[in-house]
């Protein structure tokens, strides 16, 4: 069975950068086809899609709102996800997690119920 297990989160200063790292264990999920993707919730409000791939092509497209400050990219030899994040703003504090095994296609960040597999997330602060 797939384990999502993410790291990198923390606090940071308006401006700055992380990478949010997704570990994928229970398998050697390397091979492509696999959807994968990023959604952050804070506190009060609703899941929202960050990005999204199909393992080994582009990334999907980007909600408006992520577009140019939000990265996801894939390394398949070591199985893990990765987001960057450029530029946070406080409006980025959340929790960022990692799911798998949903849809990829145009507005895919209105179905997060379509991924079948959830990590339990790495919390962000972004604060002066």
């Known amino acids: 069975q797939v384990e999502l297990v993410e790291s990198g989160g923390g606090s940071v200063q308006p401006g700055g950068s992380l990478r949010l790292t997704c570990q994928v264990l229970g398998y050697a999920y390397t091979f492509s086809g696999h959807c994968m993707a990023w959604f952050r919730q804070a506190p009060g409000k609703e899941r929202e899609g960050v990005a999204a791939m199909v393992l080994g092509r582009d990334p999907s497209p980007y909600p408006d709102s992520k577009k140019g400050r939000f990265t996801i990219t894939h390394d398949a030899r070591k199985t893990v996800l990765y987001l960057q994040i450029d530029s946070l703003k406080p409006e980025d504090s959340a929790t960022y997690f990692c799911?798998?095994?949903?849809?990829?296609?145009?507005?895919?960040?209105?179905?997060?119920?379509?991924?079948?597999?959830w990590g339990q997330g790495t919390p962000v602060t972004v604060s002066s």
């Open positions: 799911a798998s095994d949903g849809g990829c296609g145009d507005s895919w960040w209105r179905w997060p119920d379509t991924f079948r597999v």
